[in-house]
């Protein structure tokens, strides 16, 4: 996954904004007016922060040696995710998504 695919993947969800509020090198984006991915422009690997349970945030780090604790965040609800090759493309994608979902207050368990 690069940044043009993780941005494209970002702005497919529903009610997404897009912005630099803490500089240019930090995309953020938002739904609801809430964060729930910020990225990091000039890291090389790509990174990426994303919010995430506290339970499947702990479990995410020992299964992925490129899941750490948020770099600059609230370590335990957020992750920041090295896009070094180690976890597949569909996965990364989920941890968008569930983001998202949190931050959104949408829940497809409640739902259920």
Not at 34 to 42: A, D, H, T
Not at 69 to 76: E, F, L, S, T
Not at 81 to 104: M, N, W, Y
Request: charged share 25%.
């Amino acid at each position: 996954m690069n940044i043009e695919e993780l941005r494209n993947f970002a702005l497919s969800l529903q009610e997404v904004e897009e912005s630099f509020p803490f500089g240019e090198d930090t995309l953020v984006f938002k739904t609801k007016n809430k964060i729930f991915l910020l990225v990091s422009l000039s890291s090389v690997p790509l990174q990426f922060n994303v919010k995430c349970n506290p339970d499947r945030a702990v479990e995410l780090r020992e299964q992925y040696s490129s899941v750490l604790p948020g770099y600059h965040m609230n370590k335990k609800h957020w992750n920041t995710i090295i896009v070094d090759g180690e976890i597949p493309r569909k996965t990364l994608c989920e941890f968008i998504k569930d983001s998202h979902q949190l931050v959104a207050g949408v829940s497809s368990k409640k739902k259920k």
